[in-house]
């Protein structure tokens, strides 16, 4: 069984904002390393946990590392994208939450567990699948999406600006033959990269294989919905903790929880606002909470983590 060396970030601030209550339910929807699942659950008496991954090493992991909170009844594991998060809720007769976290990292384990090929620092099969069932995978983005498909993720979800350049490198050298491990790809990302740029701001592969990850798991679009569907099952007093490692996830949850917790536009002159037009929601956290210096010295995962809770207030 893979070894779990996940240093889990912003563990007791995501926990401490959910303001746990000892007989709640709550959700963990993204298991991984069993962190934030083992904290939360350790406050429950009465309590349920339910922790989501669709990762089949994850629940394996946690069902040896939990298993004291398996056996106390205080947590069950639930094998599914977060995205379906109400609907996989509904199969087990939860219908409201008083709290849930998510840690959109993706785990340590992944990253290194080199034949997962989400790494651009070990060589292997271009896969990149959090849940290995599926079909799509890293090879088939590679080899079979349009120039212009690359192009719009590489721009869009790596935020490269080289993003033009290294979608033609990728066209011309699967013109000749496929691109089948992450080293190969690496030597053509770095191919399409001027000399100078890739002096500086860390391995120049790094965003392309971030952006080619989000493109296979759909993690901004499964975020969304899951968040959505988080925001629409969450009970009065309840808490939303979310971390986010980069700058689009981010500025997608920021969005969500303004929209959340901003009037609507209302005509200019109203003397009261109306009840009914009051926000259901608050936010908890007003500037998203960082790690501190110790933390980021600690675990170099932690530089880009970012944590905004949200609570539903009516």
Do not use: C
């Amino acid at each position: 069984m893979a070894e779990f060396n996940h240093v889990t970030v912003l563990l007791n601030e995501a926990i401490q904002n959910l303001a746990v209550q000892p007989d709640g339910v709550y959700v963990d929807a993204t298991l991984g390393g069993g962190g934030h699942s083992q904290l939360l659950a350790s406050q429950l008496t009465t309590g349920k946990l339910w922790s989501f991954d669709q990762d089949q090493t994850a629940i394996d992991y946690n069902k040896e590392h939990l298993a004291g909170e398996l056996a106390a009844g205080k947590i069950a594991f639930i094998q599914n994208n977060f995205r379906n998060l109400a609907s996989a809720l509904t199969e087990v007769g939860v219908a409201g939450i008083d709290g849930i976290v998510y840690d959109l990292g993706v785990s340590s384990p992944q990253f290194d567990d080199g034949q997962r090929g989400f790494s651009y620092n070990y060589d292997a099969p271009l896969d990149m699948r959090m849940n290995q069932s599926q079909e799509l995978n890293a090879h088939t983005v590679v080899n079979e999406w349009s120039f212009n498909d690359l192009m719009r993720i590489l721009s869009r979800y790596g935020e490269e600006k080289f993003a033009k350049q290294i979608a033609r490198a990728i066209e011309r050298q699967r013109a000749v033959q496929p691109i089948e491990t992450t080293f190969e790809l690496v030597e053509v990302i770095k191919s399409a990269i001027p000399m100078g740029a890739r002096r500086t701001g860390g391995h120049p592969a790094k965003k392309s294989f971030q952006a080619i990850r989000i493109a296979v798991n759909d993690e901004l679009g499964a975020v969304e919905e899951s968040l959505q569907q988080a925001l629409d099952i969450l009970n009065v007093h309840g808490r939303i903790a979310v971390i986010t490692f980069h700058s689009l996830e981010d500025r997608l949850v920021k969005t969500m929880f303004k929209e959340k917790t901003s009037l609507p536009e209302l005509p200019a002159g109203l003397p009261v606002i109306p009840d009914e037009l009051q926000p259901d929601f608050k936010a908890i956290t007003r500037k998203p909470i960082t790690p501190g210096t110790t933390e980021m010295a600690e675990n170099h995962r932690a530089h880009s983590a970012k944590l905004r809770v949200i609570e539903r207030i009516r």
